[in-house]
Nanobody, 122 residues
Framework: QVQLLESGGGPVQAGGSLRLACTAS????????RGWFRQVPGNGREGVAL???????RYSDSAKGRFTISRDNAKNTLYLQMNSLKPEDTAMYYC????????????????WGQGTQVIVSA
């Protein structure tokens, strides 16, 4: 059974940090591009950070310089280190795995997690 299980979300004050984790099971996660997306009610899902199978990364403008995506293929786990958090980072954060890099940023993923909520208070 394919599963992407996110953890690490929660409430935090502005300026604080959180580390999200996403553990994959049921498929060869090391062969997939991985990424973090987020969504707030009323808006579409947006890309935050992606990492391909070779370790190359892509970040949204809002994430650059504050967030770091990484992967541990031995543990089938994806991470998102989020520093200097802002209230506008409040969202549901989703982990995804995609086979095609070209459309992954647009949300064309093969597998999705259920999400973990991040709430940043001013």
């Amino acid at each position: 059974q394919v599963q992407l299980l996110e953890s690490g979300g929660g409430p935090v004050q502005a300026g604080g940090s959180l580390r999200l984790a996403c553990t994959a099971s049921g498929f060869p996660a090391s062969r997939f591009n991985r990424g973090w997306f987020r969504q707030v009610p009323g808006n579409g899902r947006e890309g935050v950070a992606l990492i391909d199978i070779m370790g190359s990364t892509r970040y949204s403008d809002s994430a650059k310089g504050r967030f770091t995506i990484s992967r541990d293929n031995a543990k089938n786990t994806l991470y998102l280190q989020m520093n200097s958090l802002k209230p506008e980072d409040t969202a549901m954060y989703y982990c995804a795995a995609g086979s095609q890099w070209s459309n992954f940023w647009n949300g064309d993923a093969t597998y999705w997690g259920q999400g973990t909520q991040v709430i940043v208070s001013a």
